[in-house]
């Protein structure tokens, strides 16, 4: 009677485990908004929480498009979690790494984007001069 438990332990602890790994990112993105992407809109999601892509995003006016994302799996092994984001914005490849560990603030390493002058002209407040 035993062994029979413990069959049945472990085949649920494996369902569970093929249910996080194949866990589809339309149902993660329907969790994380009302919080963590709230502000981010998302269309023609594909893949995995862990690894998937986007026709485009929109997020504060701006549009994304082609976005994919894929775990950074060296840092989640260490105890931080950290994706790769790959997207094209004005027609640029555009890539970031954003990540968070155990303290409360969010991490941007290996920061590759691209942006037209007169996107950052509103940011950098200077009133004579015009950016093109």
Excluded: C
Aim: without cysteine; aromatic residues 16%.
């Amino acid at each position: 009677m035993k062994w029979r438990w413990r069959w049945i332990f472990f085949a649920l602890l494996a369902y569970l485990g093929f249910f996080i790994v194949t866990f589809p990112a339309t149902h993660g993105y329907k969790l994380l908004k009302p919080s963590a992407l709230a502000g981010i809109e998302l269309y023609g999601i594909k893949g995995t929480i862990w690894s998937g892509s986007a026709e485009f995003a929109e997020t504060g006016g701006r549009q994304l498009r082609n976005l994919s994302w894929n775990l950074q799996q060296r840092k989640f092994l260490l105890g931080r979690l950290a994706y790769r984001f790959i997207f094209d914005h004005f027609g640029e490849k555009n890539e970031v790494v954003i990540g968070k560990g155990f303290g409360s603030s969010i991490v941007l390493n290996e920061v590759d984007i691209v942006i037209p002058a007169p996107e950052i002209e509103p940011l950098l407040n200077i009133a004579p001069a015009k950016l093109e």
